[in-house]
């Protein structure tokens, strides 16, 4: 049945396509006059948390009702923002692009963003068939639905925030000089958890070491014997170190460490404001490492990056170090390249730490 659908939406889209092609004239938005702008963004976490930049320069700039678009996989990155004034969580198939359809009819929605760097033949359905205005997105194979697209700057020199910050001169607004950075909103409740946690563990004036184990694919574990060598460095340092884990992962947590030295928690708000009272995070998880851009957490990342030439998903403006393997998995990073790169690193970031305290 799932392939069915799939070879029915992609003839369907091929439909679509030719009707654009053909209608000669695009609609031009008048300058500064967004109302209601609908953004789409599906798929997972780190793909909605590198978004909310501009989510939040187009609020800030034109002051519109803006509405989100999710999925089940990644709305809860968009919890509590104060630039989304309604987050909706697609459902799939087409009664879910009706349904999407029929709100931005509702609403009066405007302007229709489409948020992704390659195709999605879901999102085109919605772009092509919806009412509003304007369509915005970067310039894709599928150009012809939208009434207006942007150059998609180089994938393998820019940063994916700053790609997709490209989209705001759609809007005629110009961010050049201004401290972006990536945005999310723990609720008060998770940072008095994570507060709690810590104070019942560690002195307040510790420097506190996040050593996050979990990542989307098993392919980016480190390897239980590796994490335990990194635990026995950090050692030798004045500072205290705890593990983070998804709970699926306790098991592997269990073979690195004691219980009291890990926390595993599948509440995501709770996870982030964990990550925000740290003072330095190693991850293998880029979702993670933009939690850290969010509070601005030195990071040190271990990345796959197999049978692809675009640019690392780095914190963004953040300071960070990395380890990079082509391979498929992080496997055969020996933890010597870690401790090559990782010890200058954390060394200058206690230095810093000290000056401040």
């Known amino acids: 049945?799932?392939?069915?659908?799939?070879?029915?939406?992609?003839?369907?889209?091929?439909?679509?396509?030719?009707?654009?092609?053909?209608?000669?004239?695009?609609?031009?938005?008048?300058?500064?006059?967004?109302k209601s702008i609908l953004f789409i963004r599906l798929n997972r976490i780190g793909d909605a948390l590198v978004s909310t930049p501009l989510l939040h320069l187009v609020k800030e700039n034109i002051g519109c009702r803006i509405f989100l678009l999710a999925d089940k996989k990644n709305y809860?990155?968009?919890?509590?923002?104060?630039?989304?004034?309604?987050?909706?969580?697609?459902?799939?198939?087409?009664?879910?692009?009706?349904?999407?359809?029929?709100?931005?009819?509702?609403?009066?929605?405007?302007?229709?963003v489409d948020l992704h760097d390659d195709v999605s033949t879901t999102v085109s359905f919605i772009v092509a068939l919806s009412s509003a205005t304007n369509k915005f997105a970067l310039k894709k194979e599928n150009e012809l639905i939208y009434t207006k697209t942007i150059e998609r700057p180089d994938r393998s020199k820019v940063h994916v925030v700053d790609r997709l910050l490209q989209l705001g001169k759609l809007f005629n607004l110009n961010f050049g000089g201004k401290q972006i950075r990536i945005c999310y909103y723990p609720k008060i409740k998770s940072f008095e958890m994570a507060d709690n946690f810590l104070k019942n563990r560690f002195d307040p004036n510790n420097f506190i070491v996040g050593i996050n184990i979990s990542a989307g694919s098993r392919a980016r574990f480190w390897g239980t014997n590796n994490y335990r060598q990194l635990i026995n460095f950090l050692s030798n340092y004045d500072l205290s170190y705890l593990l983070l884990a998804k709970p699926e992962d306790i098991s592997l947590a269990r073979q690195i460490i004691d219980e009291e030295r890990f926390i595993f928690t599948s509440d995501f708000d709770n996870f982030c404001a964990l990550i925000s009272r740290l003072n330095f995070l190693f991850t293998p998880d880029t979702s993670t490492v933009h939690i850290a851009a969010v509070f601005n957490i030195p990071v040190f990342g271990i990345y796959v990056n197999y049978d692809t030439d675009e640019m690392i998903w780095t914190p963004y403006n953040t300071t960070y170090e990395a380890v990079i393997t082509k391979e498929p998995t992080l496997h055969n990073i020996a933890f010597n390249e870690i401790e090559n790169k990782l010890k200058p690193f954390i060394e200058r970031i206690l230095k810093s730490y000290a000056k401040k305290t």
């Open 1 to 34: 049945m799932k392939k069915v659908e799939v070879f029915l939406k992609n003839i369907l889209l091929k439909v679509l396509l030719i009707v654009s092609a053909r209608k000669s004239g695009k609609t031009e938005e008048k300058l500064n006059n967004f």
């Open 76 to 112: 809860f990155a968009f919890n509590n923002n104060p630039d989304i004034d309604k987050l909706v969580i697609f459902k799939k198939g087409f009664m879910g692009i009706y349904e999407v359809l029929k709100m931005i009819r509702e609403n009066n929605i405007d302007t229709v």
